[in-house]
Antibody
Framework: QITLKESGPTLVKPTQTLTLTCTFSGFSLNTSGVGVGWIRQPPGKALEWLTLIHWNDDQRYSPSLKSRLTITKDTSKNQVVLTMTNMDPVDTATYYC????????????WGQGTLVTVSS | QSVLTQPPSVSGAPGQRVTISCTGTSSNIGAGYDVHWYQQLPGTAPKLLIYGNNNRPSGVPDRFSGSKSGTSASLAITGLQAEDEADYYCQSYDSSLSGYVFGTGTKVTVL
């Protein structure tokens, strides 16, 4: 049974760096083809893909946010960490991490999400 | 920021059939990448509803079906039920962006 859970601050100030952790179980990020991604959703708006890290440490980023994002993994802890620099109020959103099955382009399991508010 | 276009809302009476369109471009759906659909009930995380254009994960009722043609895809809900009231998102992969793209989202209302 695959589960994922996001954790991190609920409130950050403008210009600060956001660090979110996705802790997962039920699969290994050492398995060929598997990936973990981050998707966000501003209140009342659509889903937006941010980044994904593959089993082989290959990282992919949304072109519009690439300069601000870093994704890393710690397979021994079953964790994936998202870092986003220079936070702005428009980055206020629910941030989800999600499991990508082997060699496919969709997310079959999602975390519950964590709401991050950017405000001074 | 959404690359795939969906109608903002669709509605139907219980038991009716509704469809949601998802329009992309030659670098995503038109390039042959599969379309996937997610259902997001109020206040919850998205749930995979359809994968690979027309496949349902275990547990998803067969009232939900998907199709794809050219640069577009569609989700159909037959026998609409009150519990189907939710937001629905299509998703694909875009070769020019080298990343995953989502639709603008469609709110389904059961009258």
């Amino acid at each position: 049974q695959i589960t994922l859970k996001e954790s991190g601050p609920t409130l950050v100030k403008p210009t600060q760096t956001l660090t979110l952790t996705c802790t997962f179980s039920g699969f290994s990020l050492n398995t060929s083809g598997v990936g973990v991604g981050w998707i966000r959703q501003p209140p009342g708006k659509a889903l937006e893909w941010l980044t994904l890290i593959h089993w082989n440490d290959d990282q992919r980023y949304s072109p519009s946010l690439k300069s601000r994002l870093t994704i890393t993994k710690d397979t021994s802890k079953n964790q994936v960490v998202l870092t986003m620099t220079n936070m702005d109020p428009v980055d206020t959103a629910t941030y989800y991490c999600a499991h990508r099955h082997r060699y496919v382009y969709y997310f079959d399991y999602w975390g519950q999400g964590t709401l991050v508010t950017v405000s001074s | 920021q959404s690359v795939l276009t969906q109608p903002p809302s669709v509605s139907g009476a219980p038991g009716q059939r509704v469809t949601i369109s998802c329009t992309g471009t030659s670098s995503n759906i038109g390039a042959g990448y599969d379309v996937h659909w997610y259902q997001q009930l109020p206040g919850t995380a998205p749930k995979l509803l359809i994968y690979g254009n027309n496949n349902r994960p275990s547990g998803v009722p067969d009232r939900f079906s998907g199709s794809k043609s050219g640069t577009s895809a569609s989700l159909a809900i037959t026998g609409l039920q009150a519990e189907d009231e939710a937001d629905y998102y299509c998703q694909s992969y875009d070769s020019s962006l080298s990343g995953y793209v989502f639709g603008t989202g469609t709110k389904v209302t059961v009258l």
